[in-house]
């Protein structure tokens, strides 16, 4: 009796641990799917730093460089010689043979055996072939320079576009502390006007007036947080986050700019660096490749040729000997296609009209690139200038906002004027924030125009 009560407080534990076990995964997944949903706080260079190792479109452009690389190594081994080997066997049936065409048939074995075989190897190496192969190589070089340049530029690309979404994340988190700032001011303003209105001071429109405008403050809180729970999400994906993880930036709107001196190097080579102009440097060189491959079709071929070979039977000699026998060479081979002179020459033609074409938008983007790069440092002064004047603008529409709210609250203002004032004052700090994240994007944006980014 106590070992069956001993065997069933076994299995009972048994069971307890089997739970235990099957319980684990899933309460460890859940455990990780909790931590998914955090803050996150970062800075401005650490989502760039981020999204160039975790963006898919990046990796995608490195995987295509790496492929660019084989085929570079791919041309590079054409200079080897190619090398063949093959072998055979045969088993003849009864030779029939005839007398009169077709009459009195009978078979005879063939001679000297029924079987045949052959076995060879060969090699044949390219000596000369006006250059050929060494166009080919020059224009998967290119190709492979092209396919680096299209990985810097999708890098720079993604990172433009995590500063843009960054900072537009700081500049709603400073909205809606200043909305937050602003709806406490409005429900301040409403009780302090009900109780003017329950001495008869004021009218019943002041206390819908200022109903409407709390109202209003408010759905602008939350228009702003769903613009930034948008805007976080649309940033996750760019550093290949899960969508439930939450960003805080760290960098505020005042992070540290360059002066503008230190910026003219960066404008006076930029259509020496910009991912454009590389481009199509590039495109020139592949063409001048291409040229040159037209232009080997011109030239004679010289190869060296060879071959070894073991056969059976042999049929060298007359009559066929039933024995195997082993035979090699070495030779070389001169070809020249004549035709050449003729079917090349519009080919030609046309590559040095593609060549002259790709100078041509050369120039155009190289002159635009400066342009651009010109236009962006006129940009960033003036948003340096436009932060010094929202900076003083501040001060003086929160003073003006003090004094028209001392006014009306001594009867000698109307509620509108105390609005217009609290607006203006909202407006001011939003034109600075606005002025100062302006400012870092076209640094970015002058980044990226100068390849630097």
Do not use: W
Request: with cysteine; hydrophobic share 40%; proline share 3%.
């Amino acid at each position: 009796m106590k070992f069956i009560t001993l065997k069933l407080a076994l299995c009972r534990l048994t069971r307890i641990f089997l739970c235990f076990f099957l319980m684990f995964p899933a309460a460890l997944y859940a455990e990780q799917s909790i931590k998914t949903d955090t803050v996150s706080h970062l800075s401005l260079q650490g989502a760039i730093t981020l999204a160039k190792a975790n963006n898919s479109l990046i990796k995608a452009a490195q995987s295509e460089e790496n492929a660019s690389n084989a085929d570079l190594k791919d041309a590079k081994i054409a200079e080897l010689p190619t090398i063949l080997a093959g072998g055979d066997y045969q088993r003849f049936t009864s030779l029939t043979l005839y007398n009169d065409f077709l009459g009195d048939a009978k078979s005879v074995p063939k001679r000297p055996s029924s079987n045949g075989a052959d076995a060879s190897l060969s090699a044949t190496f390219n000596l000369y072939s006006g250059g050929r192969q060494k166009a080919f190589e020059a224009e998967q070089v290119n190709k492979k320079g092209l396919s680096g340049i299209n990985t810097q530029e999708q890098s720079a690309n993604i990172s433009l576009q995590v500063a843009a979404q960054y900072l537009g994340m700081v500049r709603l988190n400073d909205q809606k502390r200043f909305i937050e700032e602003q709806v406490i001011r409005a429900q301040t303003r409403l009780k302090n006007i009900n109780a003017l209105y329950n001495n008869q001071k004021v009218t019943r429109s002041d206390v819908l007036r200022a109903e409407l405008n709390l109202s209003a403050v408010k759905l602008n809180l939350e228009q702003t947080e769903n613009d930034i729970t948008i805007s976080n999400q649309k940033l996750n994906v760019l550093l290949n986050l899960p969508d439930t993880l939450k960003i805080y930036p760290s960098d505020s709107a005042a992070m540290p700019r360059p002066v503008v001196d230190t910026l003219l190097p960066i404008v006076a080579s930029a259509d020496k660096n910009a991912f454009d102009v590389n481009r199509i440097a590039y495109n020139i060189q592949i063409q001048n490749a291409r040229i040159s491959g037209i232009k080997s079709n011109y030239s004679p071929t010289v190869a060296l040729f060879t071959a070894y070979g073991l056969s059976y039977p042999n049929t060298i000699f007359y009559p066929p000997v039933d024995q195997a026998y082993s035979i090699g060479f070495v030779g070389l081979k001169i070809q020249y296609n004549i035709s050449s002179r003729y079917l090349n020459k519009n080919k030609m033609a046309a590559g040095k009209i593609r060549l002259q074409e790709l100078q041509y938008v050369q120039k155009n983007i190289s002159d635009n690139t400066r342009q651009t790069a010109t236009g962006l440092l006129i940009k960033y002064r003036e948003a340096l200038n436009r932060i010094t004047v929202s900076e003083k603008s501040i001060e003086q529409a929160r003073v003006n906002y003090k004094i028209v709210s001392a006014k009306y609250f001594n009867q000698l203002a109307l509620l509108t004027d105390l609005l217009d004032a609290d607006n203006l004052y909202q407006e001011a700090r939003f034109n600075l924030v606005q002025a100062q994240t302006t400012a870092q994007f076209i640094y970015y944006q002058l980044l990226y125009t100068s390849g630097k980014l």
